[in-house]
């Protein structure tokens, strides 16, 4: 999955819960996305300010911050990125603010499909790893 420059799509994975992150980044390094990881909402706006992300996968509830804090956050950058809201409770005050939302237990082809579909540039992953 390429990013509209050609580049692999980083997708940072922001999520408290460490099976979560590791289903979700084999997932997207399988779809070919360049995959970076955070527990906690610091660690979310440290990596955005670090490294150009072009979509942001964002647990609704993680440690030392809220999600509304985060979306400021990434907000506040002139590219921000996409954000595909991860929850396994219902967050109206939020979906707004987001691209995409997708409830826990994550099924991972409903999760590719809205993947796909918040990154239009990319291909269909079957030359996923070309780039």
Do not use: Q, W, Y
């Not at 997932?27 to 990881?37: D, T």
């Not at 603010?97 to 826990?104: L, M, N, Y």
């Amino acid at each position: 999955m390429a990013a509209p420059g050609g580049s692999p799509a980083t997708v940072l994975v922001a999520d408290d819960d460490p099976l979560v992150r590791t289903v979700l980044r084999m997932a997207l390094s399988g779809m070919g996305c360049a995959v970076l990881e955070a527990r906690t909402t610091a660690e979310v706006v440290g990596l955005d300010a670090a490294v150009e992300i072009d979509l942001v996968i964002l647990d609704l509830n993680m440690p030392g911050g809220t999600a509304a804090e985060s979306l400021d956050a990434l907000s506040a950058r002139a590219s921000a990125p996409r954000v595909l809201l991860l929850s396994g409770e219902d967050a109206p005050a939020l979906l707004d603010r987001v691209h995409g939302f997708a409830r826990k237990p994550v099924e991972l082809g409903e999760f590719t499909r809205i993947v796909r579909s918040l990154l239009p540039h990319a291909p269909d992953g079957s030359d996923a790893g070309a780039g």
